[in-house]
Structures are given as C-alpha cells and as structure tokens.
C-alpha cells in the first residue's frame, strides 16, 4: 500500500507560471512533510517542510500549502523559472527517521 | 564538511557478483538510510541505522546487508547481484532536531547488474 500518494508524474508549465504539485497520505500519525528537490545525476535535497500545526508555510517563492482534514498536502512554485525544472517529492514521516517518499513528479518549465 | 559522500558513482556488475557500496558522512549525524531509485517508483528504503552498531530493515531489504561498525560509515553490501538490482541507490544521513529529521542525500552510485 502506497502510503504516500503524489501527482502528477509530470508537469510542464510556462515560464513565470504557477507549478502546483499535490500529495495525499493516509497515515494520520505522519507529522512531517518535507519537500525535496533533484535535479538529474544529483541527490534529493531539502526544498521546504511544514508541521501539520500550521496550514500554509512560505520561503521565497515555494509555499506548502497544507489541509490536515482532507489529508492532504501541495507545493506552489510562484514564478516558475527554467531553472526549477527538476524531480520533485513529497515525504511524510511521524517522529521518526524513516522518511516515505511519493513517487516524484518531474517538472519542466520552458522559457 | 563535505558531507555525505558515495563510492563508487558509476559500477557495472555481473549477476552472481557481490560488492559493496560506500558511504561516509562528516556531519556526525547519528542516523544514516540506505534507498534506491527506479523510475515511477520514487525512494525506496532498503536499510537504515540509528546508531554506530544498530542497523533495521526498510521496505525493500532482500539482497543487501548493512553494517554500522561507526558513526560516519554506513557500506550497504550486495551479496549476489540480480539484474533486479540495476538501479541508483542513495545514501542519506540525519539528524534529529525537535522530531524532525531532516535528511541529507548523497550524490548517489548508478548501479547496472547485466
């Protein structure tokens, strides 16, 4: 069973546009998502990470956007820029270092 | 610091053949995990550790074994390599602040089992 469930796959979108990526998870006990960034023959790095305390938590132009009833969890790309275009996953954990990726979602957005 | 390091990046194995993939970090982080990545599949954890001689299974831990003899080295061993095996395994330290744990990846080590 999937625990952590992302889409779309893939995503193009224009430049100065809006890319919007959305997970959804079962596990009530997760209280940790984190958003991680790759881009090709690199490692996955830490893009941005909400608590499900808050609903919504902003760094430059990344915002999670988080809805704790319907179990649900996004990321918007305000702006998008060519060089955003990278693998995108969602994770979820609770209190623990085992972390339970989505399968990605590769964004592509063109100049 | 140059965190967490992979060796080797690239290996080509013959099924049947064993080896050992490489990973160090300098971070002193007390956790480090084990994933491969497949296409359309996302990270997989094969093996993570808490500690310098405590190791526990992930999703996917058939075919490999891990040590953790110290805080900074973390080898995930292949015991006899099946063409299932072919994908690129990232290594990942941790550490916990508040419950949180924010993981650092390595570069990864492209695997292809013929």
């Known amino acids: 069973q999937q625990q952590v469930k992302q889409s779309p796959q893939s995503l193009i979108v224009q430049k100065g546009g809006i890319s919007i990526i959305n997970c959804a998870y079962e596990n009530t006990a997760f209280d940790y998502f984190p958003w991680y960034q790759q881009f090709p023959g690199k490692g996955p790095a830490l893009l941005i990470a909400?608590?499900?305390?808050?609903s919504e938590k902003k760094e430059g132009r990344f915002t999670i956007s988080f809805n704790k009833s319907a179990k649900q969890f996004s990321l918007h790309i305000m702006d998008s820029q060519p060089g955003d275009s990278a693998t995108y996953f969602c994770?979820?954990?609770?209190?623990?270092?085992?972390?339970?990726f989505g399968k990605g979602t590769k964004l592509t957005v063109n100049p | 610091n140059a965190g967490v390091t992979q060796t080797p990046k690239f290996q080509v194995l013959k099924t049947g053949q064993s080896m050992t993939l490489q990973c160090a970090q300098d971070m002193n982080h007390e956790y480090m995990s084990w994933y491969r990545q497949d296409p359309g599949m996302g990270l997989r954890l094969i093996h993570y550790s808490v500690g310098a001689g405590i190791t526990d299974q992930g999703e996917v831990p058939n075919g490999y074994n891990v040590s953790r003899s110290t805080t900074e080295d973390f080898p995930l061993r292949l015991l006899s390599a099946a063409p299932s095996q072919t994908s690129v395994y990232f290594c990942?330290?941790?550490?916990?602040?508040?419950?949180?744990?924010?993981?650092?990846f390595g570069p990864g080590t492209r695997l292809t089992v013929t």
């Open positions: 990942a330290s941790s550490y916990s602040m508040g419950g949180v744990y924010e993981q650092y």
């Open positions: 909400i608590r499900p305390d808050v």
């Open positions: 994770a979820a954990s609770s209190r623990s270092e085992k972390l339970v």
